[in-house]
């Protein structure tokens, strides 16, 4: 057996935490050697367990050895395709499954979390910010979770990014089933990733876990919609723990779902408005064309009606009041527009600014 | 002694001719009826026997046969009352009617005081004793006036079985025939009147395209948007019935009994809005003995479906076929019955459960929540909505808001013209309005430019439509230039119609 099995044998004890295994790591020099010990410094539960994990080694290894033919792979800290960025993690895990590929060092990523059941003006900056990363080569980091995750990460998909998943379930699990297209898609185009074995059910009190290693591996964390009370925020403390950078995405105040964002502009975070912040917290050169400005580009007609489009669904009843057009006339602009890729029409008589 | 009078019994939309024959023969004194009666026939004994004490007619005490025949079709309803007394007197030698009853039809039921009592489905019986030849129709007084809206048959109205020996004498006199007095009357004003709804353009928009072509209407809106407002009010901007409608629709209402003794036509258009919790029976109709659903009672009306996603998907889908072919048919062992249904469909749905979708401020559904909500409905019924508005929530401006708004007077004036641009096109088929075309027909009235055949592809690659939703379209598009009043489709006709498409192109991922 090599080095890295015993590793594998010992991050899979589960009633040792990742920041105890390494106390005896560093104690004993090398995990094999604490696998050869016949008694560990730790208490009576631990060690039973030790003990079975001894003596199902070799089923142990067989089963990954069965998974890594299923393409469900296995690192761990020794291991050069270890992510970086975890190391610095006080409680980092000490192995990872993955499938796919896993982030490199060298790229820069950005985290983009945000509520579940989200507004349409939440998916659509998602949808932005997500590709518009994706297609600048930044590995944007999710939980691939409904709405803004997910959103998010399809989006930077969509553009040819990649983007990578950090689950509170098995890799082998696509949770949830929603997201199916976006799981397939993630591994060819980024990767899947858990500190949980393959078969674990997404139990809730994974998701603050896996919520840590979001914020570690993102150089960046975007928050782009977020109550009050919201799990994403807890990604955000644990961001800040480890000095990430937090921008928040700014909604109207009086929505529910923008209050988390404000209250962490209010406490510090940076102020999202474009991608262009995003790339000043990596340390990237700011991009020079902001084409939202296009609207000056637009002829009479159509900019009339573009002006009259915001951040909020905008319904065809009050178009058709302000400009004073027919309803065909209208229409035909509006498809016009979202043709051109200003606008979209989102629900029957809805239409957003993209 | 023999003798035999004529009545009806009701299937489907039609009359069946029974003959009743009776025999009065030597032998214990009873009476009893043959010929596959159900209980309320059976019945008919103890009351035609006791209307006839208490009229006064002293039956003989002989052995009184009766038979209705065809014997080997099932008799159900009361309306052989009336016959089977006739026919029990005329062979009792106690009244004389013999040179009536070879050309004469008896519809009614007898109390025992000897009183008609009106029956159901007076009309639609009376219509097929004039295709059958007969007359004259005897029918109780309360249904005379409804009898005789058939014209080229003689109606009288009885009271009281008293009254047969004068109708033997050739004393009592015909009901008037007063269809077209009935048509001219000024049709009582709706109840309600576009006027009332303030606001609301894109819905009032689309209610006045769909009447114009008769195309299905689908609203999506959070509660108290005024879908249903807006839906009652869409018979009142359609054009006042025809004769030969009116004359349709008195007859559906006459087999379900819906029918007013005083003005018995149906003058303004039907709206039938049935529960959600509705069957699917109900709906289309069903039965031993088939009688007409909601569908039917809204033919040339509306049928306006509320909270369509809480409907039983059972009775959504029992309306395709009736939709499709503007008639309900439903198979039987006796036969197959066919009503009519030529319904304009309206219907209105929340966007989801709680109804505020997609404001996010009062919406907490999930995606997957508003999604299966609208899966509820079923993609062919949605294939058929023709056009789908969203109501946006009203705001208090909108609800204080003074002035006036368009009545449906003024609607209605363009409707009936589109209306007219449609009847002179489609001249020689049997196609009445946009709405009924089909495939090869949209390829023939609806033409586009090469202009416009461009602009539709790109609209097509743009949303992701589907061919169907290409023809539903055109249909719609047809309909916004005929309101125009012109004979070519417009961009801007088509860029509308486009906004009309429904919630199934991919909408609320």
């Given at each position: ?354 | ?9 009701l299937f489907g939309m039609e ?61 159900e309803g ?42 159901d489905g007076?009309l639609p ?82 209610a006045?395209?769909a009447a114009?072509?008769r195309h299905n209407l689908l609203f999506i ?6 879908k249903t407002m807006i839906a009652r009010r869409i018979p009142?901007?359609l054009?006042?019935l025809?004769?030969?409608e009116?004359?349709e629709v008195s007859r559906i209402y006459s087999i379900c009994g819906l029918l ?6 149906i003058?303004s258009r039907p709206f039938r809005s049935p529960h959600h919790t509705v069957s699917p029976y109900a709906l289309v109709g069903g039965g031993r003995v088939p009688r007409p659903g909601e569908i039917s009672l809204a033919d040339h009306g509306v049928l306006f479906l509320d909270e369509l996603p809480e409907f039983q998907k059972s009775a959504l889908e029992a309306l395709r076929q009736p939709l499709e072919d503007e008639e309900v048919s439903i198979a039987r062992v006796q036969g197959s019955f066919r009503f009519p249904a030529d319904v304009m469909l309206v219907a209105a749905m929340n966007?989801?459960r ?19 909500y609208l899966r509820r409905i079923s993609r062919p019924l949605l294939d058929r909505m023709d056009l789908c ?44 309005f946009?709405a009924r ?65 429904g919630p199934e ?5």
């Amino acid at each position: 057996m090599e080095e890295r099995d015993y590793g594998y044998l010992l991050a899979h004890l589960e009633d040792i935490s990742p920041l105890l295994l390494r106390r005896l790591l560093a104690l004993y020099g090398s995990a094999s050697r604490v696998f050869r010990e016949r008694q560990l410094p730790v208490g009576p539960r631990q060690q039973a367990v030790f003990q079975r994990v001894k003596e199902e080694a070799d089923h142990l290894l067989r089963e990954r050895d069965a998974w890594e033919l299923a393409g469900i792979h296995w690192c761990w800290w020794e291991d050069p395709v270890f992510p970086a960025r975890l190391k610095t993690l006080a409680d980092s895990p000490a192995g990872l499954f993955y499938k796919g590929t896993l982030p490199r060092e060298e790229v820069p990523t950005a985290g983009i979390v945000g509520a579940r059941n989200c507004s349409l003006y939440g998916k659509n900056m998602a949808e932005r910010f997500g590709g518009e990363l994706g297609e600048k080569g930044i590995g944007v980091i999710s939980g691939m979770a409904r709405g803004i995750d997910g959103v998010a990460q399809s989006a930077a998909l969509k553009r040819g990014g990649m983007s990578f998943a950090v689950l509170g379930c098995g890799v082998d699990i696509c949770y949830p089933q929603s997201n199916r297209n976006l799981y397939e898609a993630l591994e060819k185009q980024g990767g899947i990733l858990s500190e949980y074995k393959p078969g674990t059910p997404p139990l809730p009190y994974h998701f603050p876990m896996r919520n840590r290693l979001i914020a570690a591996l993102s150089d960046v964390l975007l928050v782009i919609e977020a109550r009050e009370k919201s799990g994403s925020l807890i990604t955000v403390d644990q961001a800040l723990e480890q000095g990430r950078e937090v921008l928040a995405l700014p909604g109207r105040v009086d929505d529910a779902l923008s209050a988390g964002c404000h209250q962490l502009i209010r406490q510090g975070a940076g102020l999202l408005s474009c991608c262009g912040d995003v790339y000043e917290a990596l340390g990237l050169q700011r991009s020079e064309e902001e084409k939202r400005t296009a609207a000056a580009t637009l002829k009479a007609p159509l900019k009339e009606i573009f002006l009259r489009i915001q951040g909020e669904p905008k319904h065809i009843e009050a178009l058709l009041e302000e400009s004073g057009l027919e309803l065909g006339e209208l229409s035909l602009r509006l498809l016009e527009l979202e043709g051109l890729g200003y606008i979209r029409q989102v629900t029957p008589g809805r239409y957003l600014r993209t | 002694m023999y003798s035999e009078a004529i009545c009806m019994a009701l299937f489907g939309m039609e009359g069946v001719l029974i003959h009743v024959e009776c025999d009065c023969s030597n032998g214990l004194p009873e009476m009893a009826m043959v010929g596959y009666l159900g209980s309320e026939v059976r019945e008919a004994k103890d009351r035609v026997r006791t209307a006839m004490k208490n009229t006064g007619f002293q039956l003989p005490p002989r052995r009184i046969t009766v038979n209705l025949s065809p014997a080997d079709l099932r008799k159900e309803g009361t309306s052989f009352d009336l016959a089977i007394a006739v026919a029990m007197l005329c062979a009792a030698e106690i009244v004389d009617l013999s040179a009536l009853l070879p050309k004469t039809v008896f519809l009614g039921e007898l109390g025992l005081d000897g009183r008609l009592v009106p029956v159901d489905g007076i009309l639609p019986m009376v219509g097929s004793a004039k295709e059958a030849g007969y007359a004259l129709c005897v029918v109780p007084k309360g249904n005379a006036a409804e009898g005789a809206l058939v014209e080229g048959i003689r109606v009288i109205g009885l009271e009281s079985l008293e009254q047969l020996p004068l109708l033997g004498q050739g004393k009592l006199p015909d009901e008037p025939c007063r269809v077209s007095d009935l048509m001219k009357e000024e049709t009582a004003r709706d109840q309600v009147d576009f006027s009332e709804v303030n606001g609301q353009l894109a819905m009032r928009r689309a209610a006045e395209v769909a009447a114009a072509g008769r195309h299905n209407l689908l609203f999506i809106g959070s509660p108290g948007s005024g879908k249903t407002m807006i839906a009652r009010r869409i018979p009142t901007i359609l054009p006042p019935l025809t004769l030969s409608e009116a004359l349709e629709v008195s007859r559906i209402y006459s087999i379900c009994g819906l029918l007013s003794q005083e003005k018995p036509l149906i003058l303004s258009r039907p709206f039938r809005s049935p529960h959600h919790t509705v069957s699917p029976y109900a709906l289309v109709g069903g039965g031993r003995v088939p009688r007409p659903g909601e569908i039917s009672l809204a033919d040339h009306g509306v049928l306006f479906l509320d909270e369509l996603p809480e409907f039983q998907k059972s009775a959504l889908e029992a309306l395709r076929q009736p939709l499709e072919d503007e008639e309900v048919s439903i198979a039987r062992v006796q036969g197959s019955f066919r009503f009519p249904a030529d319904v304009m469909l309206v219907a209105a749905m929340n966007p989801c459960r709680c109804g505020y979708y997609p404001d996010r401020n009062r919406c907490h559904c999930s995606d997957a929540e508003v999604s299966s909500y609208l899966r509820r409905i079923s993609r062919p019924l949605l294939d058929r909505m023709d056009l789908c508005v969203e109501a946006p929530p009203l705001g208090y401006s909108d609800l204080v808001r003074h002035g006036t708004n368009e009545s449906s007077e003024a609607i209605r004036a363009r409707v009936e013209e589109a209306g007219k641009r449609q009847a002179e096109r489609f001249r020689g088929t049997d196609i009445l309005f946009n709405a009924r075309m089909n495939g090869r027909d949209v390829k023939k009235y609806c033409k586009v430019t090469k202009e416009q055949e461009g602009f539709l592809k790109k609209v097509f690659e743009q949303k992701g439509l589907s061919a169907r939703a290409y023809h539903r379209i055109l249909k719609v598009a047809r309909t916004i230039a005929d309101l125009r009043g012109a004979e070519e489709i417009s961009l801007s006709d088509l860029a509308e119609a486009v906004g009309y498409r429904g919630p199934e192109e991919k909408f609320w991922r």
